[in-house]
């Protein structure tokens, strides 16, 4: 294949590529040790996750974008190149000078709503001014109206479309209907692309989330104690660890190498940036368009983020071992289980219940809830959890308005304001 | 022919009527057409669709659902929390959309706490694939098997296959009437305008269908034998998109020199163009399973929009249509980004198209006057 035509398939990614390798030389040469060491790390690896991804696209391996909701490693059944739509899109605008607003911009030309979820719309820009091209691109039919709304403009584009469908409501015979419907997907993928899943090769994959599923449960309970020995900037890392490195090496260093450094605080009793005066939970996502932000509640604030969505629960381990049916059973569950799914496709009663109980382990002052727009699936959710927090807990929790990877919807500057005013009333 | 004045359709412009207030049957509330009518009927329920209509505010319910959600299932929220929504016995909810679906834990947790409110409504819960294949189909089925069992120990009562038959045949019957009706609209002299078609649509299933069919007969007979409606000097135009339940918007497009001709609407077509076969040698839940299932779908079913166009493209043909409206609630993404596709597809038919973004309620008249206004005068 032509190298230009392939380079060509996947842009984005040499731009992730070089905005990583930038931001971690940065890091490395001018900052001391034991500063920004998520940032440190995390470029480490999601540049070689994506450096890695660059080369196998140049050597013809067809690129195949997927919904965060389907788990990476699934897909190294295949000689692939997996992109995340959701990830590139906010990885991108957490990285680039300028963000990707120029391409939401393209979309919102073409007819796409203001109101949609900007996780897809910043992918669906750069594929419509063809810096992607993908063999096909596979979603579940999950978590929310956005998905089923905006992955039909990639069909629309030529591009195969496979949707293993996902039930709505956590039972035995969702997981079961849900199995099927996986294994169906990657049989449809494969004919597409012209190879025959592996799935022992899958299931070696699945064993590197096996094996961080363990470090991330040890590093959730050392966000028990205080100060936190973890630091703001991690949550967001460690979202763009699992984007880009799931089922790999990669990732099971990376979160290897912070739970030494947050065992080292922890022995310290040190925590990151100012002493820390708030401990703060954000049970949905954190603000992408300017991670900065994670840096001045650390330094300024004396504001811990305990967690965000992608960093308080962890779906249980897949059983390698089984047989082919149990193993997607499993996968099922799993991919079901993820951050976010969990959360969408249930009632919202344990979400709620979940909250609370975290409030309480984590010895919690506050809830910061990002209400993105694109997130109608939540829309219905902060005064239910505001009213559980406050009754079962004592606690407050700030809403903001905004777009997480939008910067022009809600600035910066009322986002801190906002977060400030909010921190003095702790206090 | 006007049908303003229609007794019928007057119960459109309300969310209660007669029939309910005096009603011995117990009252299913559902916001989706993806809900079987048929096993709520055969369970003696009366199947009432909710809607927002005449809701101008949502004061109580902004304060449940942020502004990003959309303002038509805010303003049933709003009602339901006003007390209007109370002579609800049950309730039932699927996935249709993220706004809708999370009414399930918003009527338990709020409407039904309030103050003063003992009364106990059970509420059931269906989960519908959103692709369309065979797996898909036999999901559905089973959540049907499951809903009837549910709603059986609920109420301790029994839903027989006699009675799923029966209800079957009376619902068969009235899309069949409502049919023949929406047929005179595509009439060069169209009988009925698309306010009035909405209305009827509205009222329809406001009422139980023994009420509404001899009614839809008496409407059939009338319009059929009275004169049609001038449209030399007006566009004929499809509308499409978000749920419409409030004829002021109907209206709006009508007074600016249109009529509506067809629609792709869940109060209109979505709801009544396909029936249920009716061979009774096979399980009647299997066969309701099928018809709602493969029926004209919504966005919500995220594989089937080449179907919709295809439909779309027959309506075009067959009313003869100058121009198509896409409409929809404003942080509706399933309709809003359907319609986007729609666009450049019938653009690229040459077909003149317009797309609004809008509220449920009629907040911004002048601002959309102005612009269907413009629109039709661009249609050659």
Redesign the interface.
Same mark, same amino acid.
């Given at each position: 294949m032509n190298s230009n035509i392939a380079n060509n398939k996947i842009i984005p990614y040499e731009m992730v590529l070089k905005s990583i390798r930038s931001t971690g030389e940065l890091v490395e040469r001018i900052l001391p040790n034991g500063e920004l060491d998520a940032l440190r790390i995390g470029s480490k690896y999601i540049g070689n996750a994506v450096r890695d991804a660059v080369e196998k696209a140049k050597e013809g391996w067809p690129i195949i974008g997927h919904h965060f909701a389907f788990q990476r490693e699934y897909l190294y059944c295949f000689d692939c190149v997996p992109v995340c739509v959701e990830g590139t899109s906010y990885l991108l605008s957490a990285l680039l000078p300028d963000g990707i607003e120029r391409y939401y911009d393209l979309m919102a030309n073409w007819g796409h709503p203001f109101h949609t979820c900007s996780s897809q719309k910043g992918v669906m820009g750069m594929t419509l001014d063809n810096l992607f091209q993908f063999d096909a691109i596979i979603t579940p039919t999950a978590p929310c109206d956005n998905t089923y709304a905006s992955y039909p403009f990639f069909e629309s584009k030529n591009i195969p479309l496979i949707l293993p469908d996902l039930p709505f409501l956590h039972e035995e015979k969702s997981y079961k209907y849900y199995a099927e419907q996986i294994k169906l997907s990657l049989e449809r993928l494969g004919e597409i692309i012209g190879q025959k899943p592996d799935y022992e090769r899958m299931r070696n994959h699945i064993k590197y989330e096996n094996e961080t599923y363990k470090v991330q449960m040890e590093l959730l309970e050392l966000r028990k104690a205080t100060p936190c020995p973890v630091e703001n900037l991690f949550n967001a890392i460690s979202a763009g660890i699992a984007v880009f490195a799931s089922g790999t090496q990669d990732k099971l260093k990376f979160y290897q190498e912070y739970l030494e450094i947050a065992k080292k605080r922890y022995k310290r009793k040190q925590s990151y940036g100012i002493d820390e005066k708030i401990r703060s939970i954000w049970p949905y996502m954190l603000i992408f368009f300017d991670l900065s932000l994670c840096e001045f509640l650390d330094r300024e604030l004396g504001m811990t983020i305990l967690f965000d969505i992608f960093n308080y629960n962890f779906s249980e381990p897949v059983d390698v071992s089984s047989d082919l049916d149990s193993l997607f059973y499993d996968m099922a569950r799993r991919g079901m289980n993820m951050p976010m799914m969990k959360e969408s496709t249930d009632f919202y009663y344990s979400f709620i219940e979940n909250c609370v109980n975290m409030a309480k382990d984590y010895s919690a002052d506050c809830y910061v809830f990002t209400s993105h727009v694109g997130c109608k699936q939540f829309g219905s959710v902060p005064q239910i959890l505001r009213e559980a927090l406050r009754e079962e807990c004592g606690i407050p929790m700030l809403m903001i308005d905004l777009d997480v990877g939008d910067k022009r919807f809600t600035s910066m500057k009322i986002i801190k304001d906002k977060l400030s005013i909010f921190a003095k009333t702790l206090l | 022919m006007s049908l303003e004045n229609d007794s019928f359709l007057k119960i459109a412009d309300t969310i209660t009527n007669t029939y309910l207030e005096k009603s011995e049957r117990k009252i299913a509330g559902f916001y989706c057409t993806y809900i079987p009518e048929e096993i709520l009927d055969a369970g003696g329920f009366f199947p009432y669709r909710i809607r927002a209509t005449g809701n101008e505010d949502t004061e109580l319910a902004d304060? $449940? *659902?942020?502004?990003?959600? %959309?303002s038509f299932v805010r303003s049933t929220l709003n009602l339901a929390l006003m007390g209007e929504y109370d002579f609800l016995d049950g309730l039932f909810i699927c996935?249709s %959309?993220?706004?809708s679906?999370? *009414?399930?834990?918003?009527f338990d947790?709020?409407v039904f706490k309030r103050e003063n409110f003992t009364k106990e409504v059970p509420r059931f $819960?269906i989960?519908l694939?959103?692709?369309i294949?065979e797996?898909?189909f036999q999901?559905f089925y089973?959540e049907l098997k499951e809903l009837k069992e549910n709603i059986e120990n609920a109420y301790n009562l029994s839903i027989t296959e006699d009675a799923l038959n029966i209800s079957i045949d009376l619902y068969n019957k009235n899309r069949r009437l409502m049919r023949k009706i929406y047929d005179l609209r595509a009439l060069d002299e169209p009988k009925i305008n698309g306010t009035d078609a909405l209305r009827m649509a509205m009222a329809n299933s406001s009422v139980p269908k023994e009420v509404a069919n001899p009614e839809l007969e008496r409407i059939l007979k009338s319009i059929t034998n009275s004169p049609g409606i001038d449209t030399t000097n007006r566009k004929r135009i499809l509308l499409l998109g978000s749920v419409v339940d409030n004829i002021q918007f109907t209206k709006l497009v009508e007074d600016s020199g249109a009529i509506i001709i067809s629609d792709n609407l869940c109060f209109g077509n979505r709801t009544i163009v396909d029936d249920i076969d009716e061979d009774k040698s096979v399980d009647p839940l299997a066969r309701i399973a099928l018809r709602l299932y493969y029926r004209l779908s919504c966005?919500?079913m *995220?594989?089937d /929009?080449p179907r919709r166009l295809e439909f779309i493209k027959k309506e075009i043909e067959k009313g003869k249509i100058d121009g198509v409206i896409l409409q929809?609630i404003?942080?509706c993404?399933?309709h809003? %980004?359907?319609?986007?596709?729609f666009? /450049?597809e019938l653009k690229d038919l040459e077909i003149p198209v317009f797309?609004i973004?809008r509220e449920s309620f009629q907040s911004d008249a002048t601002r959309l006057q102005t612009r269907i206004e413009a629109f039709l005068e661009m249609i050659m």
């Open positions: - | 304060t $449940y *659902m942020v502004r990003f959600t %959309c996935n %959309c993220d706004h679906r999370r *009414m399930f834990e918003i947790l709020v $819960y989960s694939p959103h692709i294949s797996e898909g999901w089973q966005p919500r *995220m594989d /929009h929809r404003n942080n993404d399933l809003g %980004c359907d319609n986007m596709l666009e /450049h797309n973004d």
